[in-house]
């Protein structure tokens, strides 16, 4: 992917839907966690639904509630992508507390859809439930360093939680779009610029608190309810119910930081991507690579990423790469915190389309640059993975990618006259290069093996955790893990 404006926004990559997550301030929960450590509760029994709307007067009473026509409605409801402004739920919950979280969920269930917004950057739009509930999560957005844990709560923003662990000499692999939610992109794995180093963003994750649709607040972790434990970690926001706190662990903050980019010639793309696929499994750790490339005739083609170590320990891995390519560098050595800055990619709203694919063996670079040929405005952004990532099984959490060398993010731009246009595109794009699996957090409705694709072997547990968790549904979306 590609640095600024489109690129790392795409690698943080958050689906900030219904599952949120957040740590209350100052006063404990009035609720306390239901379940005894080392419990897992059994599955749930089906009720039968309540009939009528919700009483959003009554709820009015317990929570801050914007109904259609208040002031504020329109833009509490807006999301990342303007495609998604259209879309009108029939409340928002501004929920400042699990409690606000707890009492939505109790009003709505079963009565009308619920989702929770944290970044508000579902590729699908999932965060915005139309007819529904939201439960905007926006005032939940504590970072609170402790030691070598971080509470962070389900609407805090990447951007804040990277100032706060930079201040405390801290750090945690995470997505580099300053203004996405930690709840999705933790949700749903949370692939980064550091994740072949320190692993993916929900591999540090120690405990959540969570609202699941019996309106109960539950810590998950791996002595509390360790199947909705494993499910967090890579199931997908939206599924199971709502995080309110999620409790990291972090790692002390690389004193360097080394970034790069890399141009090539013209035309080069194919011979760039292949030496690519053999150059970064093999590469240390330490050192994070994408590819970029271009739609066009030719194909452009770019690298780039880091290193975590100085530019002189950078320079020994990367000079091999660069001349066996041809490439052009440009190097820069920083602090954790400057290199999070460097990646981080526009706060102002865009308008896409995208999908994605796993790449698990080497694959025909030509596969992939005819399938973009001569179209501009489209981007395949190709992540590595391997490395710590790697080193955790495929059935330890619920990201079954551990074995991947990649992501490949298809991204096209995509304004409100051309969206059909640019799906279609992106369709053809998907098919056409021949790949399978995919990143939950690329989240797209048109993908027809999404289950499979997301989740893999996964998927079974998953669904027997939707049984046990929510077996009503009560946190539906057209691409929720339903009940087995």
């Known amino acids: 992917m590609k640095l600024g404006r489109r ?8 689906t900030a839907v219904g599952a949120a997550a957040t740590a209350c301030s100052a006063a404990p929960p009035a609720s306390t966690p239901s379940s ?6 059994p599955p749930s029994t089906s009720v039968a639904p309540p009939t009528g709307p919700p009483d959003w007067e ?13 002031s504020g409605y329109d833009n509490a409801k807006r999301v990342f992508n303007p495609a998604f402004d259209g879309l009108k739920p029939a409340a928002i919950a501004k929920c400042a507390r699990p409690e606000d979280v707890q009492a939505g969920v109790s009003a709505a269930a079963l009565r009308v859809p619920i989702a929770a917004r944290a970044g508000g950057h579902s590729y699908a739009g999932y965060s915005v439930p139309d007819g529904g509930l939201m439960l905007d999560l926006g005032a939940m957005s504590s970072v609170d360093v402790q030691g070598e844990q971080a509470v962070i709560g389900a609407g805090a923003k990447l951007k804040d939680v990277y100032a706060a662990l930079g201040r405390a000499g801290r750090c945690l692999p995470a997505g580099s779009c300053p203004s996405v939610g930690i ?32 309106g109960k607040l539950r810590t998950a972790s791996a002595d509390s309810e360790p199947d909705l434990f494993w499910a967090l970690r890579g199931g997908g926001g ?10 990291f662990r972090t790692d002390p903050a690389p004193s360097a930081v080394s970034v790069f980019s890399l141009h090539f010639p013209a035309g080069s793309a194919n011979e760039v991507l292949a030496e690519w696929q053999r150059w970064l499994p093999e590469a240390p750790p330490e050192l994070w690579a994408n590819v970029v490339l271009s739609g066009g005739s030719p194909v452009g083609v770019r690298v780039s990423g880091c290193y975590v170590g100085d530019s002189a320990s950078l320079g020994k891995v990367l000079n091999s790469f660069a001349g066996r390519t041809g490439a052009t560098k440009t190097v820069k050595q920083l602090d954790f915190l400057g290199a999070m800055k460097y990646f981080s990619g526009s706060e102002n709203r865009q308008s896409f389309v995208a999908s994605s694919r796993i790449i698990g ?13 001569g179209r501009r405005g489209m981007d395949l952004l190709i992540d590595g993975l391997g490395g710590a990532v790697a080193d955790v099984a495929p059935d330890a959490t619920a990201f079954w990618h551990r074995k991947a060398i990649g992501s490949v993010q298809i991204y096209s731009q995509a304004d409100v006259r051309n969206r059909s246009v640019a799906t279609d595109s992106v369709a053809e794009v998907v098919n056409g290069i021949g790949l399978g699996g995919g990143y939950v957090n690329y989240i797209d409705p048109a993908l027809p093996d999404w289950m499979t694709a997301y989740y893999g072997d996964n998927a079974t547990r998953l669904k027997q955790v939707a049984k046990t968790y929510d077996p009503d549904k009560v946190f539906g979306f057209a691409q929720a893990v339903t009940p087995a």
């Open 58 to 70: 009554a709820l009015r009473n317990k929570v801050s509630l914007l109904l259609p026509g208040d």
């Open 7 to 14: 690129t790392f926004l795409k690698l943080a990559g958050a």
């Open 183 to 214: 709840a999705g992109l933790a949700l749903g794995g949370g692939i980064g610029v550091l994740s072949r180093k320190y692993g993916l963003t929900c591999d540090h994750l120690v405990s959540a608190q969570v609202v699941t649709a019996d």
């Open 361 to 373: 063996e080497p694959v025909d670079p030509a596969k992939l640059t005819s399938a973009v040929t």
């Open 238 to 247: 939206g599924n199971f119910g709502v995080v309110t706190s999620f409790t």
């Open 36 to 41: 005894a450590p080392g419990t897992s509760l």
